[in-house]
């Protein structure tokens, strides 16, 4: 007589396979949960993410940008100035001809006919739709051929393990990284980046982010004010990232 | 012509598995060190975000580039027809598919993610000279295989002379493409010139002739191996025309760089106050790598074994310093992001003539990859019927009456 706590063959198949369809399968036949927008809206070219720096609002000594940068995303670095990331940095520069001395924050320039991503063997390299010019962690080699071909400098590699990494902003050992014009909070519907954020709270508003297909947004606004220039326009990369006053 | 016949390298047990043994240490401190720097990250080398790309990189361009040259010799047998070269060419192309081999394993091990070697065989980005090169050098592996094949099998001989063509066509464009990685870097001052190709081609004919030759002279220590008059006649002219061809390229990068108003202030930097780079292109680059092998070989006092032997030698030692300056120079001098600016104050490094220290790690992956290639021949040569048992030619004056099929 058969034990009735013991399973046939066939009551074992199907019991599997309904165990398995309740794990991989029903999931995906009930609707998502509604994201909070606009996650689920797909990026695209409506939108026109950029930056708009006014240096003479810029003030010599400030590094709040730069502080933001690193809470926002995690870039603690090894006290190994050589070797530890930099997504932006402070600069003090002076004019060759007027001695002018002027300071400025430098990060990714955002080009629209970006050298990183031409190089890029494997593609990890991109340029989304919007605009911004990042790096898929997950397919980046870690050959470093971008660094060589980044005009500005803008692109750091991890030289060591990471601690106290932040979840929203996920970064790996071996991978190349640059400001991403804080992709995962203007996603998740943020209207400003972390160095704007800060430099604004600042007083400074030397830094503008926004979006440039809106005639509207504080970016094309400013923009029209007060001319501004792109870095190295000799290249005509066409950089999202401009500069006014200089 | 004297049949040419092959034979394995027959050489003393003892003195095989020595070699055999101390080049599998090497190889296994090259794994060592690599691993170690993927474990503990790049930081323990002497790369930065400013020297990017190091001594590995030195390592792995030399021997891919020689990788191409040294297929030469097989090259002037089968594409020109020169029946001189006939019996060195399958031990070419057997050097040129083991330094392939050897330049690519440094690369991919140097990556910051080598276990991410799948991604980069199966995703691509046409638009990267990278990408073409990772075709263009797995490609030459076959491409090599099928053209030893074609040599060494007697029922496919009469292929040997379209693969061979095939393969100098292959190289050429590989050498292109090698060449390209750094052309193709508009940022750079030291690099954004179409001229690098030509003048990897040109490096590449150079030192691929001085490595077979000292592969060779080697070999004919532990193996009898007769190379004739006629032969290392025409190897010391080959290598007095690639020379001078070398010479003229580099001339031509330079003096077309200061042309470019843009790029006027590298050549500065690189040809009279870059300090170590400075030193290193005029000393180790154009006089110990070019200058004093074309008065050696030029010179009729010595005779020809002993003038190839010392101007390979010097060639190498040129050929190392020469990826130095290219590839270290290229990126120590800082980029310019504001040409009308000075930039006063940066706390990347903006702006500063950047300095690199190898770390031992480094080193030992770079020798390790010589030792990968050296292993491969040494493998190939014991096994396969690489190596002609007398090499002679319808000049020779020593008569050849060993003439056994292989």
Partial sequence: ???????????????????????????????????????????????????????????????????????????????????????????????????????????????????CVDVCPTGASFR?????????????????????????????????????????????????????LCANRIDHGSETTACEEACMKEGHHAITFGDLADPNSRV??????????????????????????? | MDKITFTKFIIDPKIFWSNFILLGVFILIGFGCSHYMELEGHHVTGMNNQIVWGLPHIFAVLLIVIASGVLNIA?????????????????????????????????????GRPNRLIVAMTTYNFKSIFSWNIFLYSGFAVVLAAYMWTMLDREVNKYSKFMGTFAFGWRIILTTGTGSIFGFLVAREAYSTAILAPLFIVMSLLYGTAVYYLILRIISKFHNTYIPEDVLDNLKKLSIMFLFANLYFLGLYHVTNMYIA?????????????????????LGQVIIGIVLPIIILSSDKLCTHLALTVSS??????????????????????????????????????????????????????????????????????????????????????????????
């Fill in chain 1, 128 to 180: 989304r739709e919007d605009g911004i010019v990042m790096v898929n962690q997950h397919t980046c080699i870690g050959c470093r051929y971008c660094m060589l071909a980044c005009p500005f400098k803008a692109r750091s590699f991890v030289h060591e393990n990471l601690t106290e990494q932040v979840t929203s902003a996920p970064r790996g050992k071996g991978c190349v990284e640059s400001c991403n």
């Fill in chain 2, 262 to 282: 843009k790029h006027l202030d590298f050549e500065i930097f690189i040809l009279s106050s870059g300090g170590i780079y400075t030193l290193s292109f005029w």
């Fill in chain 2, 313 to 406: 030698f010097l060639v190498l030692l040129g050929s190392f310093v020469a990826m130095y300056v290219i590839i270290i120079g290229g990126q120590a001098y800082p980029l310019t992001i504001f040409p009308d600016h000075i930039i006063m104050d940066s706390s990347f490094y903006d702006d500063v003539v950047h300095s690199y220290m190898p770390s031992i790690y480094e080193f030992g992956l770079g020798i390790g990859g010589v030792a990968l290639a050296l292993i491969i021949t040494l493998i190939g040569i014991a096994n396969f019927k690489f190596l002609p048992t007398m090499i002679s030619s319808p000049h020779s004056s020593k008569p050849n009456d060993k003439t056994a099929d292989s």
């Fill in chain 2, 75 to 111: 090259s002037i047998s089968s594409v020109f027809d020169k029946k001189l070269y006939k019996p060195l060419a399958p031990l070419s192309a057997l050097l040129a598919i083991s330094f392939l081999i050897a330049g690519l394993a440094i690369l991919v091990l140097d990556l």
């Fill in chain 1, 220 to 246: 094309s606004i400013a923009m029209q004010a007060k001319p501004s220039r792109r870095l190295r326009e000799d290249m005509k990369l066409k950089q999202r990232v401009t500069y006014s006053g200089f």
């Fill in chain 1, 1 to 115: 007589m058969r034990n009735s706590a013991e399973l046939t063959r066939r009551e074992f198949i199907v019991k599997s396979v309904t165990a398995i369809s309740a794990v991989y399968i029903i999931p995906d036949l009930i609707p998502k949960a509604v994201a909070s927008k606009p996650l689920d809206v797909e990026v695209s070219d409506k939108t026109k993410w950029a930056i708009n720096v006014d240096v003479n609002k810029c003030v010599d000594g400030c590094t709040a940008c730069v502080e933001a940068c690193v809470d926002e995303n995690g870039l603690y670095g090894f006290d190994r100035p050589e070797t530890d990331s930099q997504w932006i940095r402070k600069l003090r520069i002076k004019d060759i001809k007027t001695d002018k001395v002027t300071t400025l924050p430098m990060m990714c320039q955002h080009c629209e006919n970006p050298p």
